[in-house]
Structure formats: structure tokens, C-alpha cells
């Protein structure tokens, strides 16, 4: 390969899905204090990180930049993305960040894109983003990204392949009746689904490596963005009320007599389940 690449790929810290999510304040919002990496973004990690080792590995000049915004607690997303594979990491970290939708976050991920192309003195070349985050699981970022940098986009995609000149990606998309062969030039973003690859696991010697790794954390102004592009001001949604899910009802047992059979067709009909 001929240039070094820069692959940046946005990360997400999300709650723990084994755990309770909580909504509190008003208008509510979801409780971010603690969480974990979104698990759909690791397969972009994954991802990116075999581009790099296919091509050259690091001693090529290749660059694996993990990017999150969020609040004190999201340091923990990027500390295991230098831990999965990154180079270095860097934190959009600003109060008025709170309470941003899509449409705001994809304005701030750009701004920090732009941003590390800026800092690293080198345009970026790929962005690689997960299919959704396992929060919102709206799929809209990706989309939205690639529009404000004017990227190439391909959504979906349960395989990836760099070109041997490294001036392509090609991309399978695997739809209900087909699959998809689709190649995009770079620079290009790509948000992978969880067919794509295996997350490799972090060894010891990979955890004590990522301490070493520089995280660096930006503001709003350091971005060149106002606060009233971000936020709940900055967003085209708005959640207005939130309230907890009832208690399932107890369910009604039939104790089979002979006629189970016959209860069971008479209750499924009822309820127009067949």
C-alpha cells in the first residue's frame, strides 16, 4: 500500500444491558453514569484493526483512532477500544453535549473527525462505525456522519475488504432476497453489522499497552461548535415523558383435563394468534 491509512472509528458508552436502564430528570434522559462499550462497535474495532494488520500493521504507518463523546464515564469505552486494538483514542467531553439526538451527535462526531484530520495532519481515509449502538438502536449516525464529511457511505455490511492500492472498499450487504457486492472509494464510511468478524478478546498484554496509549479530550470550543448546536436546543427530537412499563400480569393456568388441547386452539383464536 502506498500512504499510510487513518481509520477512525466513533464508539459509543452505553448501560450495561444486563443491568436496569433508568430515565430520570425532566425532561428524562437516560442514567449514563457507568455502562460499557457498546458491543456492536467492537466488531467495527475488529474490523479496522484487521485492515491494518492485512496491510502493513502499524509498522506501515497505519493509524486505529477510537472517537466517543459523552460524559466522564465514557473514558471506559475508549480505554477498551485502545485495549481491542486502537492506536489512540479522543473524548468530545462537555456538559452541553447532554440530551443530544442523531442529528446532533453526527454535528459533533464530524466536527471531531474534522478535527483529528486536522491534528494528525492527514486526511482520514475510513471511518468504520457500528451498525447502531445498543441504546438508541436507531441506525441514523452512520447515515447522518457520512453526509456532514461528504463521505461515500455503505450500510450494513457483513464484509469488508480494502483494496490491495488502498484507494477502495468493498463491502457485502446481505438483504432478504439477495446479497449485495458493493465498492465504495475512499475516503469512505462503512457501519459493519455483527456478521462481519469475531471481536478478538484483549490479552494482558494488550490491557497494559493501552495504558500507555494517548486519550485526548476536546470541548465544544475546542470543535468550533456552539452549545446551542448540541443538546436538547441543537436536536430535531424531543423526549417529553417517560413512564415505567406495567407489571405483566399474571397469566391464567388451565389445568388439562382432556379438553387442554381444545382450551389452547379457543384461547389462540380469541386472542387472533392463529
Known sequence: MSQPLTIVVPVKHVPDAVGD??????PPRLDRGSGILSELDEYALEAAVQIVETHGGAG????VLALTMGPAGATDALKRALQLGADAGFHVLDDALAGSDAW?????LAAAVERIAAVEEKAVDLVLTGMAST??????????????LGLAQVGFASSLALAEGGTSVTAVRHTETESLRVV???PALVAVTDQVNTPRYPTFKAIVAAKKKPVRTWSLDDLGLDAGAVGPAGSLTEVLDA???????AGEIVHDEGEGGIRLAEFLVAHKLV
Open 135 to 148: 441504546d438508541g438502536e436507531t441506525s441514523l449516525v452512520p447515515g447522518q456522519l457520512a453526509e456532514r
Open 243 to 249: 413512564v415505567p412499563r406495567p407489571p405483566r400480569a
Open 21 to 26: 436502564r433508568v430515565l430520570a430528570g425532566s
Open 104 to 108: 446532533a451527535t453526527a454535528r459533533v
Open 184 to 186: 465504495a472509494g475512499l
Open 60 to 63: 506501515a504507518g497505519h493509524r
